[in-house]
T-cell receptor, first 114, second 115 residues
Framework: AQKVTQAQTEISVVEKEDVTLDCVYE???????LFWYKQPPSGELVFLIR??????QNEISGRYSWNFQKSTSSFNFTITASQVVDSAVYFC???????????FGTGTRLKVLA | DAGVIQSPRHEVTEMGQEVTLRCKPI?????LFWYRQTMMRGLELLIY????????DSGMPEDRFSAKMPNASFSTLKIQPSEPRDSAVYFC?????????????FGDGTRLSIL
């Protein structure tokens, strides 16, 4: 069965700290896709990244980086030098091969304090 | 480029009234989704259209809910009659290439409150 677990319900950090949001997934497929979305207090859902199961290279985009490890079924998201504007709920999602459906995690609320 | 456009952003209405939510997908995207987000249930997929045709409506809660996509640039989600338990944020999302494993791009959502 497919499942996405974001065990951290809420995280609070002080501005400029680094923070890692965990995402652990379950799937029987060998081909699948993983996504991260950001939902700021204004409410919209913003697409951040898509990664397929054959690409285990870490990805960096500015202060954001993603660590994909198939061996531990994890796709963790790190924000370096966090800023108040990073405060949001972050969702991890899984899509198995050949499907349009996402399995969303329950989200992690990140609070970055000034 | 314009993203997914939803209207209204907020809707407050009384129980029993008809509610219509609107969505304009990203131009060129051929897949459209309606989601509902609540604290209790998180994000739930209500219905999925591909090339204006409803492919999967298994998430539609009951007959009070209906969705249409009369053309590639417009979709509606209607609730009639509305009930307080329908209060939620409703998102529309669109995607390209049949949506298979593609990123879904979400609108800003409609926050619906049924009194």
């Amino acid at each position: 069965a497919q499942k996405v677990t974001q065990a951290q319900t809420e995280i609070s950090v002080v501005e400029k700290e680094d923070v890692t949001l965990d995402c652990v997934y379950e799937t029987r497929d060998t081909t699948y896709y993983l996504f991260w979305y950001k939902q700021p207090p204004s409410g919209e859902l913003v697409f951040l990244i898509r990664r397929n199961s054959f690409d285990e290279q870490n990805e960096i985009s500015g202060r954001y980086s993603w660590n994909f490890q198939k061996s531990t079924s994890s796709f963790n998201f790190t924000i370096t030098a966090s800023q108040v504007v990073d405060s949001a709920v972050y969702f991890c999602a899984l899509s198995e091969s050949g499907t349009y459906k996402y399995i969303f995690g329950t989200g992690t609320r990140l609070k970055v304090l000034a | 480029d314009a993203g997914v456009i939803q209207s209204p952003r907020h809707e407050v209405t009384e129980m029993g009234q008809e509610v219509t939510l609107r969505c304009k997908p990203i131009s060129g995207h051929n897949s459209l989704f309606w989601y509902r987000q609540t604290m209790m249930r998180g994000l739930e997929l209500l219905i999925y259209f591909n090339n204006n045709v409803p492919i999967d409506d298994s998430g539609m809660p009951e007959d009070r809910f209906s969705a249409k996509m009369p053309n590639a640039s417009f979709s509606t989600l209607k609730i009639q009659p509305s009930e307080p338990r329908d209060s939620a944020v409703y998102f529309c999302a669109s995607s390209s290439a049949g949506a298979v494993n593609q990123p879904q791009h979400f609108g800003d959502g409609t926050r619906l409150s049924i009194l």
